[in-house]
C-alpha cells in the first residue's frame, strides 16, 4: 500500500510543506500542476472566491489496478474525514486485494 499526498502546488511548495510539517519521506507528494488528476477524478473546482482549478480536500483509496474503492471529499475546507473512516477504507481495499475475486 503506497499513501500519496497530492495537490495542484509545486514540488518546491511540496519540499517546504515536507520541512515545516516533518512529513516522512514514505508520504510522496506528486504535483497537479496541470490539473490532469483533479479533472479526472471530479476534484476541481472554482472556489468562492472565483480561484479557478482549486483541489477539493480529498482522500481517495484506489487499487493497482484503478479501482476506485473509497471517496471522500469535501467542498468546504477545513473539514477531514477522520482517521477511522480512512482506516476503515484500507482495510476493505485491502480484503479486496486479497480475495480470490478481487
Known amino acids: 500500500?503506497?499513501?500519496?499526498?497530492?495537490?495542484?502546488?509545486?514540488?518546491?511548495a511540496h519540499d517546504a510543506w515536507r520541512a515545516q510539517l516533518g512529513l516522512p519521506g514514505e508520504l510522496v507528494l506528486l504535483s497537479d500542476f496541470n490539473r490532469d488528476f483533479g479533472n479526472a477524478?471530479?476534484?476541481?473546482?472554482?472556489?468562492?472566491?472565483?480561484?479557478?482549478?482549486?483541489?477539493?480536500?480529498?482522500?481517495?483509496?484506489?487499487?493497482?489496478d484503478r479501482k476506485l474503492v473509497y471517496r471522500w471529499d469535501a467542498p468546504d475546507p477545513p473539514r477531514l474525514p477522520t482517521v477511522d473512516e480512512v482506516l476503515d477504507a484500507l482495510g476493505q481495499s485491502?480484503?479486496?486485494?486479497?480475495?480470490?475475486?478481487?
Open 1 to 12: 500500500m503506497q499513501v500519496f499526498g497530492i495537490s495542484v502546488d509545486s514540488t518546491w
Open 41 to 64: 477524478y471530479g476534484l476541481s473546482y472554482t472556489s468562492a472566491a472565483g480561484m479557478r482549478g482549486v483541489l477539493r480536500r480529498s482522500v481517495l483509496v484506489i487499487t493497482p
Open 94 to 102: 485491502t480484503a479486496l486485494l486479497s480475495s480470490p475475486t478481487g
